[in-house]
């Protein structure tokens, strides 16, 4: 018998492609479909027939059909952030789970939510969900590192199985599953894998090794190992400036690719890890930093880059000046430095309040100012002057501008929130720069807004998200073209 079709919700047959479907209000187009991490597959689930496929991204869940790939149904688009996702071996239900610990399922065939369970901050839930063979059972992983199984329709927790330690860490668990017969459930915990009775919560072995699979009558298991380097790309205008970092050995390489050629242009092994990578880009120069610093790199005349002293901790945020002649940037202990790039020597430093530190910086399009956007303020200051030119509060659902950008005019200002709990849509919010009046504000990302940029007329904006989506909003109606 075929498995239920999805319940076809924000379907829209004049657009195939799923970019207008639940578009927020003011928004005229999407990019993307939501981040989703490749590197695994909880947020992936296949109907038993093979008919359906389901993702999970950051915006929500999207739901495919096998034979033309084409979207055919957009679920949970009103807080998106899904972490996990499995469809029962029956092909009725769904299970998944969202950054705010909520675990639902649903019926698919309806879209019915059959049963929520809402996680305290401690239970919450870390990666895997997976529904057991008679569809009876799902089971999770909380934040502590617990196995937990749990009744489908009551939600109440069947057992718990608690990591076994020699030294008191609690590893992640990096793969959790039924076997075929549900009599057991398996998974990989740091270098170990484990088979447990999901029953009792009772280990009955263990044994070293990181992926592994059932074999269909449940009584064998095969494992491997494996292992990976983290790499990160940034992308330049006019070219490709690709910034890989080996994670085992802390390098950090400079590429350039252009017409298919790729050329190396610098290698850097910093003195300690960096933490967070903050970076920021010149025609010429690359400037990256975390805990350890800022470091400079001319791309044209060294390999080299050059470490800029000042800062005592956490290095948040960077900007250069838009004739690259100058780089500003924000720090943890509560200060705003300007620094003369050519000399490498530090201009001047504004001081913050007691409780501030700016998490975005950015330079006005003439020079002339600098916008920061701390915890509960977006700042703008004189350049050149270095005097506090307004400052401007943010709403209680705004209190982190974390992304900024001024338009090409110099007139405006747009700043993006950044996500805390309870939050479903974040703000992104356009400025006069001159009255410090919130022009327009517009709802759409299911998570923090990182980056935002205006259009080279100044008509449209857009915006990046954690989601994993890039929207374009249409500021038309509340700007002076």
């Not at 076809?8 to 207008?20: V, W």
């Not at 009103?78 to 950054?99: C, H, R, T």
């Amino acid at each position: 018998m075929p498995n239920p079709k999805p319940a076809p919700l924000n379907f829209n047959p004049d657009d195939p492609t799923g970019a207008t479907w639940a578009l927020p209000e003011g928004a005229i187009a999407r990019i993307g479909k939501g981040y989703q991490d490749y590197n695994t597959d909880r947020e992936i689930s296949v109907s038993p027939d093979g008919t359906y496929l389901v993702i999970g991204t950051r915006m929500g869940l999207w739901w495919y059909d096998m034979s033309s790939m084409l979207p055919i149904a957009l679920w949970e688009t009103e807080q998106g952030m899904i972490s996990a996702v499995d469809i029962s071996p029956d092909g009725k239900l769904i299970a998944f789970y969202n950054w705010d610990g909520i675990i639902k399922v649903r019926d698919i065939q309806s879209g019915e939510c059959i049963t929520q369970i809402n996680r305290s901050e401690i239970d919450k839930t870390n990666g895997h969900i997976t529904f057991s063979p008679n569809n009876s059972w799902i089971a999770i992983v909380n934040r502590g590192g617990i196995v937990e199984i749990l009744d489908v329709q009551s939600g109440e927790c069947i057992s718990q199985i608690e990591q076994e330690s020699n030294d008191g860490k609690v590893y992640h668990i990096s793969k959790l599953q039924f076997s075929p017969d549900g009599q057991y459930i398996a998974a990989t915990i740091g270098k170990q894998t484990y088979l447990w009775n999901p029953k009792t919560g009772s280990t009955i072995t263990k044994f070293t090794g990181w992926c592994f699979a059932f074999s269909p009558d449940s009584r064998l298991i095969a494992c491997e190992f494996n292992d990976s380097i983290k790499t990160f790309n940034i992308l330049h205008e006019g070219g490709m400036l690709v910034v890989n970092w080996n994670h085992n050995d802390n390098v950090y390489k400079v590429i350039k690719v252009c017409n298919a050629e790729v050329i190396p242009i610098a290698e850097f092994t910093p003195p300690m890890q960096l933490g967070n990578d903050t970076f920021a880009f010149s025609a010429e120069r690359i400037a990256f930093a975390g805990k350890g610093g800022i470091y400079l790199w001319d791309l044209k005349h060294s390999k080299v880059p050059r470490q800029l002293t000042g800062h005592t901790k956490t290095v948040w945020s960077l900007a250069f000046s838009p004739n690259g002649k100058r780089l500003v940037s924000g720090s943890s202990e509560r200060t705003v430095r300007i620094w003369d790039v050519d000399r490498g020597e530090e201009i001047a430093t504004i001081p913050l309040k007691k409780y501030l530190f700016p998490m975005a910086l950015a330079y006005s399009p003439c020079g002339k100012m600098i916008a920061g956007g701390v915890f509960h303020e977006l700042n703008i200051w004189c350049a050149e002057k270095l005097t506090l030119l307004c400052s401007i509060p943010q709403p209680e659902d705004s209190i982190r501008p974390f992304a900024l950008t001024f338009s090409p005019c110099g007139r405006y200002i747009a700043s993006g929130t950044w996500w805390q709990k309870g939050m479903e849509k974040m703000a992104i919010r356009l400025w006069d720069v001159a009255t410090g009046e919130n022009l327009h504000t517009f709802w759409g990302h299911t998570s923090d807004v990182e980056i935002l940029t205006f259009s080279p007329d100044g008509t449209i904006l857009a915006s990046g998200s954690f989601d994993g989506t890039a929207l374009l909003w249409d500021l038309t109606p509340f700007i002076d073209v």
